[in-house]
């Protein structure tokens, strides 16, 4: 009886070990492209936030701030 239960633990740590090692390298893999997609998306977004900021001018803004008394953008 004692060998069929250590055998069995045996068995499942084999299988446990097994399942790690294979499946540890496709989740590296996943956690890789995930922060490539994201540093890419993040990139694009800088490009245009940079854009958007270039648009901005002091003489506009005064003259919204002369006009209304507040600056919303």
Known sequence: ???????????AAVGAVG???FTEGNG???W???RERVSRGAGRH???VRGAASKVWT????E???RSGMVVR
């Open 32 to 34: 890789r492209q995930a």
């Open 46 to 48: 800088a490009e245009n």
């Open 64 to 66: 919204e701030l002369a």
């Open 59 to 62: 003489n506009d803004i005064r």
């Open 28 to 30: 590296q893999r996943d």
């Open 1 to 11: 009886m004692k060998r069929y239960v250590f055998v069995f633990v045996l068995g």
């Open 19 to 21: 399942h790690w090692y």
